[in-house]
Nanobody, 111 residues
């Protein structure tokens, strides 16, 4: 059974940083594209960052230059470093690995 467990969410002031982590079990992340999606109340879920099995990363336009996705195949984990956070970044962030999804972690950007 594949499980994804996110951690690292929380409350941060505008301009601050957070680092989200996603730990996978039950399969190897090296087999899949892995990434992070977010959903704010009343909005559709959107993919903000992804990294392919070969390590090619992609970002949604609003987070380019602020978010960085990375992965460690040996540790079966992925991280999302989020800098210069804005109130519009407030959402539940979900880790995905191929067709599998985590339960999400709340990120709130507020003063």
């Amino acid at each position: 059974q594949v499980q994804l467990v996110e951690s690292g969410g929380g409350l941060v002031q505008p301009g601050g940083s957070l680092r989200l982590s996603c730990a996978a079990s039950g399969t190897k992340i090296a087999y899949y594209t892995m990434g992070w999606s977010r959903q704010a109340p009343g909005n559709r879920r959107e993919v903000v960052a992804s990294i392919s099995a070969s390590g090619v990363s992609n970002y949604e336009d609003s987070v380019k230059g602020r978010f960085t996705i990375s992965k460690n195949d040996a540790q079966n984990t992925a991280n999302l470093q989020m800098n210069s956070l804005k109130p519009n970044d407030t959402a539940v962030y979900y880790c995905f690995l191929g067709p599998y999804w985590g339960r999400g972690t709340q990120v709130t950007v507020s003063s």
